[in-house]
């Protein structure tokens, strides 16, 4: 079975400018959250989606925005990028059920590096 | 509030030495989730243990062991046998009752073993 991918692997782009990220979760899976890693630091949250919804949001600011779709992938969107948003954007997806927690499987991130 | 603190940053052994690596979380919620991730190089998380809040029980699988204790609000990682292939940084993370999706990391505690 497929994990979590995401697409692009790699990308770079310049102060000011715009940048979408994709998440396709494991299939059957309802859930995705996003994550934002600066080097040498752990994940920090940022987004988490459910049927199409917003379920939780993290300290980030408006620039951030994110969607689900109904196949339940997802896309991250950056705008007015700043040198501080380089990092690893990592995707998790999971199977929440009413009876509690799942664990989250995390795809392989995408490194954005903003010059 | 959540928080994870990971105070060993790097640590270097040498290979079939044991390492224990720290974990020590802060929540007010009396359901919470506890869990360690491995990240290699590569950059992907690997999921290797969940342990929920009402589950002191050590556990151990392989040359992993993990020990829970409540009372000190810790939830160490052993490796015994270290080998090379467990280089990598690893991290502890939290999430609780009204989110369960949303984790909260450690900062990381890089793990060099070498030869």
């Known amino acids: 079975d497929a994990g979590v991918t995401q697409s692009p692997t790699h990308l770079i782009k310049t102060r000011g400018q715009q940048v979408t990220l994709r998440c396709s979760p494991i299939?059957?899976?309802?859930?995705v959250s996003w994550y934002q890693q600066v080097l040498g630091q752990g994940p920090q949250f940022i987004f988490q989606?459910?049927?199409?919804?917003?379920?939780g949001r993290g300290n980030f600011p408006d620039r951030f925005s994110a969607r689900q779709f109904p196949n339940y992938s997802s896309e991250l969107n950056v705008n007015a990028l700043l040198l501080g948003d380089s990092a690893l954007y990592l995707c998790?997806?999971?199977?929440?059920?009413?009876?509690?927690?799942?664990?989250?499987?995390f795809g392989p991130g995408t490194r954005l590096t903003v010059l | 509030a959540q928080k994870v603190t990971q105070a060993q940053t790097e640590i270097s052994v040498v290979e079939k030495e044991d390492v224990t690596l720290d974990c020590v979380y802060e929540?007010?919620?009396?359901?919470?989730?506890l869990f360690w991730y491995k990240q290699p190089p590569s950059g992907e998380l690997v999921f290797l243990i969940r342990?929920?809040?009402?589950?002191?029980q050590n556990e151990i699988s392989g040359r992993y062991s993990w020990n829970f204790q409540k009372s000190t609000s810790s939830f160490n990682f052993t490796i015994t046998a270290s080998q090379v292939v467990d280089s990598a940084v690893y991290f502890c993370?939290?999430?609780?009752?009204?989110?369960?999706?949303?984790?909260?990391f450690g900062s990381g505690t890089k793990l060099n073993v070498k030869p």
């Open positions: 998790a997806s999971s199977f929440p059920t009413g009876a509690g927690h799942n664990e989250q499987f």
């Open positions: 989606y459910y049927e199409k919804e917003e379920r």
């Open positions: 299939s059957g899976h309802k859930s």
């Open positions: 929540t007010r919620d009396t359901t919470y989730y």
């Open positions: 342990r929920n809040s009402f589950d002191e």
């Open positions: 993370a939290l999430s609780a009752a009204y989110n369960f999706n949303k984790f909260y």
